[in-house]
């Protein structure tokens, strides 16, 4: 216990030497999102890459298997023949999510949206050249489903990024540079969030992931956040790390799986007064895998009910089929879920 305590002001003072950098003020459209937010209740979390059709244990992560030649090959073959951005939306909306996270970049770098600051897009590889990111904003601009957008801080194919033991490990099959300069791939960082923020209508959020190391010599986050509420005053920002505040984020997230970190949340006045957001699987994966374990509707029930005697937004995610197609066994799920508890009101 003793141990745990002293961890946890460890914690603290850090979030306090981070704060005094530079105090956040959100505006007043970040406040009336983050209102919503609160009472959004349910989102869904969609995670779809390369990954969905290797069909791998590691799915999300199965890049660490290949060399670049080889998951380019299997990028060539990616096929999201199924994507029906429409059908998407009005079947998250059919079951009770409010908002939908999507996977923009995750960890192996490729995007599913386009870039111009780099052809390991869907623009350049696979057999059908969509724009996913783009056709499932303006469906959710139609259907009045508000959009979060996921951006994975780690990129396993970038020249400039290395990963690092305390981070996701380090990996031999990286892309080959001697003199990688990780500056300009911070700057790759804000150049694609600005098209992110900019070509795809108001975004409702920001949801960084791969930040574990708690370097805080290493990321510009005061720079980044700064663009994020420039471009897009109302758009809130989560970043997946332990439960301690960098200013400029917008809500706190925790996993589910894990237990509430009460201590932590605690320690830091902060972290009540703005949204927190538990997230789960609605499976053991992530991304698609054929063998994946469902979670059970009273699991999913109980999971909610926990989520929501905390207060918090419970973004539930799952794992297209590779050819793009919404899981069937997760809407069949989600459907009795519906019925038990009434979430569409």
Not at 25 to 53: C, D, E, M, T, V
Not at 249 to 259: F, I, K, R, T
Not at 260 to 271: G, I, M, N, T
Request: proline share 5%.
């Amino acid at each position: 216990m003793k141990k745990n305590i002293a961890a946890f002001s460890i914690m603290f003072i850090f979030s306090a030497a981070v704060f005094a950098q530079s105090p956040y003020i959100p505006s007043k459209r970040n406040l009336a999102n983050r209102q919503w937010f609160n009472s959004a209740k349910l989102g869904l979390f969609i995670h779809y890459g390369i990954y969905s059709q290797l069909d791998d244990v590691d799915e999300a992560w199965a890049m660490r298997k290949y060399t670049i030649p080889q998951y380019e090959k299997n990028a060539n073959q990616f096929d999201p023949k199924d994507f029906n951005a429409k059908d998407w939306v009005a079947t998250a909306k059919q079951l009770g999510f409010k908002y939908i996270t999507i996977t923009t970049k995750h960890h192996d770098g490729f995007c599913l949206f386009d870039s111009k600051y780099t052809d390991w897009t869907i623009m350049h590889y696979g057999k059908r050249h969509i724009d996913i990111i783009k056709a499932l904003a303006d469906e959710c601009h139609k259907q009045g489903v508000k959009l979060w957008l996921y951006y994975s801080l780690l990129d396993w194919h970038h020249p400039d990024f290395v990963f690092r033991k305390n981070e996701g490990g380090t990996y031999i099959h990286q892309l080959s540079n001697p003199n990688r300069a990780e500056q300009k791939y911070f700057q790759y960082i804000q150049n694609q969030l600005t098209e992110l923020l900019t070509n795809y209508g108001t975004v409702a959020g920001i949801w960084f992931d791969g930040y574990w190391s708690k370097d805080i010599s290493r990321y510009p986050f005061q720079e980044i956040y700064g663009l994020i509420h420039k471009l897009q005053p109302a758009c809130m920002i989560i970043n997946n790390h332990d439960m301690f505040y960098i200013p400029g984020e917008d809500a706190m997230v925790y996993a589910l799986y894990d237990p509430f970190p009460q201590v932590a949340y605690d320690s830091d006045p902060r972290l009540k007064q703005i949204p927190l957001q538990a997230m789960d699987m609605s499976s053991s994966k992530w991304g698609y895998y054929s063998k994946q374990i469902y979670k059970p509707v009273d699991t999913l029930i109980y999971n909610m009910k926990k989520v929501a005697n905390k207060r918090a937004s419970f973004v539930l995610n799952t794992g297209p089929l590779p050819s793009g197609k919404l899981d069937s066994h997760f809407i069949d799920t989600m459907k009795v879920v519906n019925e038990r508890m009434d979430i569409r009101k």
